[in-house]
């Protein structure tokens, strides 16, 4: 889903990621079974996963390890629990630089 291009991706990003990465979704009643039924199981998918920069749209900034092998809420806890925002892309925190 992340690194392939084709029609079911573009409509699982337009229907359910919205601009947002895949940390930083929940169950949500307007979705469908089996999309909640996936998400139920995020922290699966989540665990000892690596992520590749890329241009940091499908990146959040502190719940994905993507710059090393450990998020950086877990590298930093005191500098994320005083963060106002707790979920932001890796792009959006570089156009703000």
Do not use: H
């Amino acid at each position: 889903m992340e690194k392939e291009e084709g029609l079911w991706q573009t409509i699982v990003r337009q229907k359910y990621l919205k601009g947002k990465c895949v940390s930083q979704l929940g169950v949500r009643s307007c979705n469908s079974p089996v999309w909640n039924g996936l998400l139920n199981v995020k922290e699966v998918y989540m665990k000892n996963r690596l992520m590749v920069l890329g241009n940091g749209e499908m990146i959040d900034f502190w719940n994905d390890a993507w710059c090393g092998i450990t998020p950086l809420k877990e590298v930093f806890p005191e500098l994320f629990d005083l963060c106002n925002e707790q979920k932001i892309l890796v792009a959006e925190v570089a156009k703000k630089s």
